[in-house]
């Protein structure tokens, strides 16, 4: 069974830093493709970062340069390094799988966890 926790959202002043991590079980982890992404009331969920097994990041436009993507895969853990956070950054974040190898693509989901950034 594949499981996906997030930990570390919280409430975090703007221009502050938080730190979140995905501990995943159930998969093989090193070569998944790990992400990111995040939600707010009444928009689509979009892409913040993700990085391949061979340790490829991509980014959203609006965080690069502030947010760091990357992964143990001793821990099986992806973490996003968030730094010069903005009010706007406050969603629902969400970490994701996939496995590009397989014959059927699909992401796997974590339960999300909260983010909000005070101005």
């Known amino acids: 069974q594949v499981q996906l926790v997030e930990s570390g959202g919280g409430l975090v002043q703007a221009g502050g830093s938080l730190r979140l991590s995905c501990a995943a079980s159930?998969?093989?982890?090193?070569?998944?493709?790990m992400g990111w992404y995040r939600q707010t009331a009444g928009k689509q969920r979009e892409l913040v970062a993700d990085?391949?097994?061979?340790?490829?990041?991509n980014y959203a436009a609006s965080v690069k340069g502030r947010f760091t993507i990357s992964r143990d895969n001793t821990k099986r853990t992806v973490y996003l390094q968030m730094n010069s956070m903005k009010p706007e950054d406050t969603a629902v974040y969400y970490c994701?799988?996939?496995?590009?190898?397989?014959?059927?693509?699909?992401?796997?989901w974590g339960q999300g966890t909260q983010v909000t950034v005070s101005s």
């Open positions: 990085i391949t097994g061979g340790g490829r990041t």
């Open positions: 994701t799988a996939n496995n590009p190898t397989a014959l059927v693509s699909r992401n796997y």
């Open positions: 159930g998969i093989l982890f090193s070569i998944n493709t």
